[in-house]
């Protein structure tokens, strides 16, 4: 049978295992049926199944040839806390949990390419499949480095695609460079005494000092970072005080800051800090800052984007691969992979226009069944870059 006949053929298994995922979804670590699911699928498939790796994530490996080379192709197991209003038939079963990223679709499309690769000789090499846990929030690739998978099997270049709303359907985009941004988050806490509303001189008013910070805080993206390095910073909380003839005497500022440039974590967080103290200083009271780092930014290799793009003409045509776009200010996991592996890509499949509340943690987020024949023969176009048949 011809390659696209295979995948034409297993399209609909695909998407009734992307629908039994997405009835029965689980929060991060806590995958356990969706991991079973997943360990059964690859034992079935002939692969070695690894689930003592790292908390809840299932790894599999399959070797063909002498090549020695290895790649890791990744995908997600987990949900979100996101009470579903799609009205699907195959809707969610558990009230307030809902696959809203589609990450029931790329653990389904990596079950079929693993399927197909496992029936196939075209490739000479390994094939490391991670189903990660808890790509959301919670760090769950970071975690499995943690551990030790790239110690217990190492590759030379690691790939993941995600569905992409708003991006055409049937088109794939890849960039060298950033493609997802950084995030970190920072929480400050303001202190002096406070005094009756009345009396302001008989205390230090940390609520002005935080306020004073909020605005000083502005300089940061416009005024000491490269204004050709992009980045964003936010201030997304204030809390403090209870009556309105009392100033309080602690104050909370919580805010957030993204960037594509991984040395900018280093640059907010003393930067943060500086202006925290000084703007405190001004007003006699202290700050004290907890910055927190999240995931960096992913950035694209120039090797492995170069790959990507060549598979992606492989699948859809030279004319669909987009190599230039605006990246995303949305953060991922896979960023902390692709850092330890140090070449590969991660990858957008066009999901198409979507409405509003449709879009990616959206409550009406429904995947694009039509990009699962594209996904699974972009899988495989990859490996077949990656780990040529023949030496090729
Ligand atoms: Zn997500
Ligand atoms: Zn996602």
């Not at 055409?168 to 406070?194: K, L, N, T, Y």
């Not at 780092?293 to 120039?302: D, E, I, L, M, S």
Request: aromatic share 8%.
């Amino acid at each position: 049978m011809r390659e696209d006949d295979r995948i034409a053929a297993i399209v609909p298994e695909v998407i009734g295992w992307r629908r039994a995922i997405h009835a029965n979804p689980e929060l991060g670590f806590a995958e356990y049926e969706t991991a079973a699911f997943v360990a059964v699928k690859l034992k079935e498939f002939g692969l070695a199944v690894h689930t003592d790796v790292s908390a809840t994530a299932v790894v599999a490996t399959l070797t063909k040839g002498t090549s020695g080379k290895a790649i890791a192709l990744r995908a997600e197991l987990d949900a979100l806390p996101i009470k579903e209003a799609t009205g699907l038939a195959y809707a969610s079963r558990k009230d307030g949990v809902m696959h809203a990223c589609g990450h029931d679709g790329h653990t389904a499309i990596l079950l079929g390419a693993a399927k197909l690769l496992a029936e196939s000789d075209s490739f000479d090499g390994t094939v490391v499949f991670v189903f990660q846990p808890a790509e959301e929030v919670l760090g769950g690739g970071k975690r499995m480095i943690e551990d030790g998978l790239l110690k217990r099997f190492p590759v030379d270049q690691v790939f993941a695609i995600h569905n992409w709303p708003g991006f055409p359907e049937g088109h794939i985009g890849v960039r060298a460079g950033p493609q997802m941004a950084a995030v970190d988050d920072f929480e400050i806490v303001f202190r002096g005494s406070g005094c009756h509303a009345a009396m302001p001189h008989l205390g230090d008013d940390p609520l002005l000092a935080a306020a004073s910070f909020v605005t000083a805080i502005q300089r940061l993206v416009s005024r000491s970072v490269d204004p050709l390095s992009p980045a964003v910073l936010s201030v997304t909380q204030i809390h403090g005080g209870r009556f309105n003839n009392f100033v309080p005497g602690e104050v909370k500022v919580e805010g957030t800051c993204r960037f594509y440039d991984r040395r900018l974590s280093d640059h907010c967080a003393a930067e943060i800090e500086r202006v925290a103290q000084a703007t405190a200083a001004m007003h006699g009271a202290a700050a004290a800052l907890t910055y927190k780092r999240g995931y960096p930014p992913v950035v694209n290799p120039a090797t492995g984007a170069a790959l990507t793009a060549l598979a992606g003409a492989d699948t859809v045509g030279t004319e669909r691969v987009a190599t230039d776009f605006q990246p995303s200010m949305g953060c991922e996991d896979f960023a902390f992979l692709l850092q330890g592996v140090g070449d590969g890509a991660y990858v957008w499949i066009g999901a198409g226009d979507v409405g509003p509340g449709a879009g990616l943690h959206g409550d009406r987020f429904v995947f694009n069944d039509a990009v699962v024949p594209i996904s699974i023969r972009f899988f495989l176009n990859v490996v077949q870059r990656a780990l040529p048949a023949g030496g090729r």
